[in-house]
């Protein structure tokens, strides 16, 4: 099993990244996937996530209007596109993927909103 995050990077405030996680080894299409971060001193937050089936998403309140999560199950991968960055933003960010509580974690992307 396998979850790889790309995309993130230094970006000014008011700027946008797209996260990428590409997912091998389960079948990608039955799981909940979803976004998380980790600010330094902070605890691992969750971001976004979107179910398997129909695509339902739900999102952190501080993120609302500003990200949005997709998925393309064709290519077994998740996206986070992330607009109106913050430097409140500045976190790693995971990709968790769920099924039942039966969950694996990608290794995390770092990104720094900084002028």
């Known amino acids: 099993v396998q979850l790889v995050e790309s995309g993130g990077g230094l970006v000014q405030p008011g700027g946008s990244l797209r996260l990428s996680c590409a997912a091998s080894?389960?079948?990608?299409?039955?799981?909940?996937m979803s976004w998380y971060r980790q600010a330094p001193g902070k605890e691992r937050e969750l971001v976004a996530r979107?179910?398997?089936?129909?695509?339902?998403?739900n999102y952190a309140d501080s993120v609302k209007g500003r990200f949005t999560i997709s998925r393309d199950n064709a290519k077994n991968t998740v996206y986070l596109q992330m607009n109106s960055l913050k430097p409140e933003d500045t976190a790693v960010y995971y990709c968790?993927?769920?099924?039942?509580?039966?969950?694996?974690w990608g290794q995390g992307t770092q990104v720094t909103v900084s002028s």
């Open positions: 968790n993927a769920d099924w039942f509580g039966n969950d694996y």
């Open positions: 080894g389960f079948t990608f299409s039955a799981y909940v």
């Open positions: 979107i179910k398997s089936a129909g695509g339902r998403t």
